[in-house]
Nanobody
Framework: QVQLVESGGGLVQAGGSLRLSCALS????????MGWFRQAPGEEREFVAA????????YYADSVKGRFTISRDNDKNTATLQMNGLKPEDTAIYFC????????????????????WGRGTQVTVSS
């Protein structure tokens, strides 16, 4: 059974940084594409970022490009989302996601394209 566990959310002032982590179990991490979605109150879930199996290719939503960085450690079975320059509009529940796969640009922006989801971690950015 695939399990994703997020950590690292919290409250931060605008302009600050947070680092989210996601631990995967129950699947070969090195053959898994990892990603992040978020959902703000009253809004639909939206894609944030994704990274391929080796970390050689990543893909970002325009809204976070240049501020967020996704990475992974295949020895520790973890994926990380470093968030800098946070804005109040980044406030949301952030979900770690996973799907089988290895190569190519991980341009999987629809939530139906992912088969495993974590429970989410709250990120709140105050103005």
């Amino acid at each position: 059974q695939v399990q994703l566990v997020e950590s690292g959310g919290g409250l931060v002032q605008a302009g600050g940084s947070l680092r989210l982590s996601c631990a995967l179990s129950g699947r070969d991490f090195s053959a898994t594409i990892m990603g992040w979605f978020r959902q703000a109150p009253g809004e639909e879930r939206e894609f944030v970022a994704a990274i391929n199996w080796s970390g050689s290719s990543s893909y970002y939503a325009d809204s976070v490009k240049g501020r967020f960085t996704i990475s992974r450690d295949n020895d520790k079975n973890t994926a990380t989302l470093q968030m800098n320059g946070l804005k109040p509009e980044d406030t949301a529940i952030y979900f770690c996601v996973a799907k089988p796969g290895i190569g190519g640009t991980p341009q999987y922006v629809r939530d139906q394209q992912w088969d495993s989801w974590g429970r989410g971690t709250q990120v709140t950015v105050s103005s």
